[in-house]
């Protein structure tokens, strides 16, 4: 059975992610989200052919009931496996509060439609970006 889901995702709620007006080389001022790939423990591969990925782990929590905001899903960052192989009881509290920061709640998801048949055929709609006070950086020049 397939299910489509609608939504939207704070890509803000990642540790130090901002918004930042940057010029193109035609001089039109564009909002460009900024995010820090190692800080949140995500990457970027590039494949031979020239497409690029954001390589992010989620889960996607199916909730009992609706929320107050008729959500029937919730999307939580997953933190980047850890490779010293220590469990979570054996890290310290300041460890497990890094962690934590780690994987935020990013997100929320309403069935749009459920159907028996699987599709690939998404009618989903971007989310609005809220208003974000500008940085003041020196280079708002953007290559393109």
Do not use: H
Request: contains cysteine; charged residues 25%.
């Amino acid at each position: 059975m397939a299910t489509k889901l609608i939504g939207s995702i704070d890509l803000l709620k990642l540790k130090n992610a901002f918004v930042k007006k940057q010029t193109t080389k035609s001089g039109q001022k564009i909002d460009c989200l900024l995010i820090p790939l190692d800080m949140n423990g995500l990457s970027v591969y590039t494949s031979e052919s020239g497409n690029s990925n954001l390589n992010i782990s989620i889960m996607v929590e199916i909730l009992d009931e609706t929320d107050k905001f008729n959500n029937n899903a919730r999307i939580k960052k997953l933190a980047p496996k850890r490779t010293d192989g220590r469990k979570w009881e054996d890290l310290t509290e300041a460890e497990k509060t890094a962690q934590n920061e780690l994987t935020p709640f990013i997100g929320s998801l309403k069935y749009l439609e459920r159907s028996q048949q699987p599709t690939n055929n998404y009618a989903l709609q971007a989310p609005q970006m809220p208003q974000v006070v500008n940085s003041d950086a020196d280079d708002d020049s953007l290559p393109f």
